[in-house]
C-alpha cells in the first residue's frame, strides 16, 4: 500500500515570497512517482510537477520546484515567487509505476496575500 | 495537454435517483480512466478504475451495484450513482491516460461533477 502525508493543512504567503508544502511518502515499490496538483476552488484538478523516484535530479516546472530526498521519503513542493493566484489546495500524490492509480495525501491550503 | 470533460458539471437529484456522469477524452484516446470522489476540504480518493472493453475494478470499500462504471469506448467512460442517497453527494472526478503516452505522468482530470441529492 501507498501512503501519503500532508501535515500542514492550511499556509499563508506574502506575495512574491517562496513557500514550501511538505509531502512525506510510504511504499514498498522500488519504482514510482510523485505528483503534485493544484486544485483552485473551481474544483479542477491541475498537474504541476513529476518526479520519478529514480530521478536522480529534482523536477523544476517554471516557479515549481520539487524537493526529493528518497532516504527521507520526502517530495516537498516549493513554490517561488509566489502570486495571488497561487491561492488554492495542493495536493501531493504517489502512483506505482506499473498502474498509474493515484493516492492523494490530504491537501495543504494555500492562500497568498497582497 | 490533452482535454478531458464532464458531463454535467453538476447535477442535483431527488433521493432514490439515479445519476449518470460521463467522462470523455476529446482529443486523445484513453484505455484507462479513473474515478475519484471528493467530499469538501477533503482529498480525492479513487473509487475505481475504468478499462476499455473489461469490468471496471473498484478499490476496496467502493460498492460495485452502487456505482455503475462503462468504459464503451476509448473516449468515454460513464459512473452511474445508483439510486443515490444524501450521503451519495459529493465532488466525482475522473481522469483519463493517453493511449499514446510515452511519459509516466500523462495523466489528464476532467473539471469534475458535483452531486447533490436531496
Known amino acids: 500500500a501507498q501512503k501519503i502525508t500532508q501535515t500542514q493543512p492550511g499556509m499563508f504567503v506574502q506575495e512574491k515570497e517562496a513557500v514550501t508544502l511538505d509531502c512525506t511518502y510510504d511504499?514498498?515499490?522500488?519504482?514510482?512517482?510523485l505528483f503534485w496538483y493544484k486544485q483552485p476552488s473551481s474544483g479542477e484538478m491541475i498537474f504541476l510537477i513529476y518526479?520519478?523516484?529514480?530521478?536522480?535530479q529534482n523536477a523544476t516546472e517554471g516557479r515549481y520546484s520539487l524537493n526529493f530526498q528518497k532516504a527521507r521519503k520526502s517530495a516537498n513542493l516549493v513554490i517561488s515567487a509566489s502570486q495571488l493566484g497561487d491561492s488554492a489546495m495542493y495536493f501531493c500524490?504517489?502512483?506505482?509505476?506499473?498502474?498509474?492509480?493515484?493516492?492523494f495525501g490530504a491537501g495543504t491550503t494555500v492562500t497568498v496575500r497582497a | 495537454g490533452a482535454v478531458v470533460s464532464q458531463h454535467p458539471s453538476w447535477v442535483i437529484c431527488k433521493s432514490g435517483t439515479s445519476v449518470k456522469i460521463e467522462c470523455r477524452s476529446l482529443?486523445?484516446?484513453?484505455?484507462?480512466m479513473f474515478w475519484y470522489r471528493q467530499f469538501p476540504k477533503q482529498s480525492l480518493m479513487l473509487m475505481a478504475t475504468?478499462?476499455?472493453?473489461?469490468?471496471?475494478?473498484?478499490e476496496q470499500g467502493v460498492e460495485k451495484d452502487k456505482f455503475l462504471i462503462n468504459h464503451a469506448s476509448l473516449t468515454l467512460s460513464t459512473l452511474t450513482v445508483t439510486s443515490a442517497h444524501p450521503e451519495d453527494s459529493s465532488f466525482y472526478i475522473c481522469?483519463?491516460?493517453?493511449?499514446?503516452?510515452?511519459?509516466?505522468?500523462?495523466?489528464?482530470f476532467g473539471p469534475g461533477t458535483r452531486l447533490t441529492v436531496l
Open positions: 481522469s483519463a491516460r493517453d493511449l499514446g503516452a510515452r511519459s509516466y505522468n500523462e495523466q489528464f
Open positions: 518526479q520519478g523516484s529514480y530521478d536522480e
Open positions: 500524490a504517489i502512483s506505482k509505476s506499473n498502474d498509474y492509480k493515484l493516492s
Open positions: 475504468s478499462n476499455e472493453g473489461s469490468k471496471a475494478t473498484y
Open positions: 482529443d486523445f484516446q484513453a484505455t484507462t
Open positions: 511504499t514498498s515499490d522500488q519504482s514510482y512517482g
